[in-house]
């Protein structure tokens, strides 16, 4: 494990997971003094081919995407059934949950993951590239979320 590396060190955004994402919006606002975006919705599955834990996940997320600098605070509420989102919170409440970075090739960078000991926990597509949240926990304390634009 001592060599392994996912091949990036370009942080492009932290995640946070709320339970209301109005309510954390709103706050993020008020204590950075900062104008806050618009809230999204996760598309449905058959846009996104999402996968939770190997199986085929319906469930979804509110999403809130704060410029802060070079980075972004990404606010989650998650939606639904079973999500990496929702074991989160219900295992450990709201906080910080993962750190994306930006990779060339999601699937090759996930797979080595995988094989060093650090599994895929979900991933799917979003509109313009993919992302996968990797099992990096023990490890960082947080989840890594690869990110690849096409």
Request: hydrophobic share 35%.
């Amino acid at each position: 494990m001592a060599g392994f590396n996912f091949g990036s060190h370009e942080i492009t955004h932290i995640g946070l997971i709320v339970n209301d994402i109005e309510k954390s919006a709103v706050e993020y606002g008020k204590k950075f003094g900062i104008k806050v975006p618009g809230i999204g919705e996760t598309d449905p599955r058959e846009k996104t081919g999402a996968v939770y834990r190997g199986k085929p996940m319906d469930a979804g997320a509110r999403l809130c995407h704060i410029p802060m600098g070079h980075i972004q605070t990404e606010l989650i509420q998650p939606l639904g059934g079973p999500s990496v989102w929702k074991e989160f919170l219900d295992s450990h409440g709201e906080g910080v949950h993962h750190v994306a970075i930006v990779v060339k090739d999601s699937r090759a960078e996930s797979a080595r993951a995988a094989a060093d000991g650090f599994p895929v926990i979900q991933e799917g597509d979003f509109g313009t590239g993919r992302y996968v949240y990797i099992d990096t926990y023990k490890s960082l304390g947080v989840c890594v979320e690869l990110i690849e634009v096409y």
